[in-house]
């Protein structure tokens, strides 16, 4: 059952974005220091692809479970059933919602909104939560949109005063605060742990925002 506290620490990450390789423990010790959710999004130049990537969801799922933290499959709705994902998150180019939520009863459904347009296009009968951003530049993803800042985060809480949001790009520890200040319900971050060299501390100093509130 989804939660929105979920969003509080909501860690993304492939093979591609680990520099060693080695998402496995990068994956588990973002777990041990307290993430509070994580997506498997393997895109990218030489990212896995069929068995492999399977393999590895499968794992990295394992791992999630045994910490009891939301496992979410980035836009694979195939993968997440096969190896049945807490949930699924797809982007606005992605399959209809409504074509696949029988897919999914009792899980958690993710959608990326960049600006309001979107939003308004966007159906969200079944939708938990929705990933907005840019908020800042971003180098973890090639297609990003211009970012919109801390004003985007606060115009769509203005928008939608009920929707749980999560922020996405180019966030870190050192300007999140304003993040959650201006009204998302947490804030999600690939390279910031991913490319950490002490993640313990790093996703400590996160979660200290949310203990100081």
Same mark, same amino acid.
């Given at each position: ?18 520099? $060693? ?8 010790? &973002?777990?041990? !220091? ?7 999004? @393997?895109?990218?130049?030489? +990212? /896995?692809?069929?068995? *492999?990537?399977?393999?590895? *969801?499968?794992? /990295? ?18 993968? !997440?059933?096969?190896?049945? &994902? ?5 982007? =606005?180019?992605? =399959?209809?919602?409504? $074509? ?17 347009? @979107? #939003? ?8 938990? #939560? ?5 908020? #800042? ?6 297609? &990003?949109?211009? %970012? ?9 809480? /203005?928008?939608?005063? $009920?929707? %749980?949001?999560? !922020? ?9 605060? %304003?993040?959650?200040? +201006?009204? !998302? ?8 742990? *991913?490319?950490?060299?002490?993640? @313990?501390?790093?996703?400590? &100093? ?8």
């Amino acid at each position: 059952m989804f939660d929105r506290r979920m969003l509080q620490l909501y860690f993304i990450c492939g093979t591609t974005d680990v520099p $060693e390789g080695n998402l496995e423990q990068v994956l588990k010790s &973002a777990l041990d !220091a307290g993430i509070t959710m994580f997506q498997f999004r @393997e895109k990218g130049n030489g +990212a /896995l692809t069929g068995e *492999a990537k399977k393999e590895l *969801a499968l794992k /990295l799922k394992e791992l999630c479970m045994y910490y009891q933290v939301p496992f979410i499959i980035n836009d694979d709705w195939e993968l !997440a059933v096969q190896i049945d &994902a807490d949930g699924v998150h797809l982007g =606005q180019d992605d =399959q209809d919602i409504k $074509e696949i939520i029988n897919y999914f009863p009792n899980k958690i459904i993710g959608l990326s909104v960049s600006n309001f347009q @979107e #939003y308004d296009f966007s159906d969200l009968t079944y939708v938990d #939560y929705i990933g907005v951003g840019p908020v #800042y530049e971003t180098s973890s993803k090639s297609d &990003a949109k211009k %970012p919109g800042g801390i004003e985007l985060i606060r115009k769509m809480r /203005l928008y939608d005063e $009920e929707i %749980p949001i999560v !922020a996405i790009g180019g966030i870190t520890n050192k300007n999140c605060e %304003p993040i959650l200040k +201006a009204g !998302a319900d947490g804030v999600s971050t690939i390279s910031s742990i *991913a490319r950490s060299r002490n993640i @313990e501390q790093d996703v400590k &100093a996160y979660l200290n925002y949310y203990q100081k509130n």
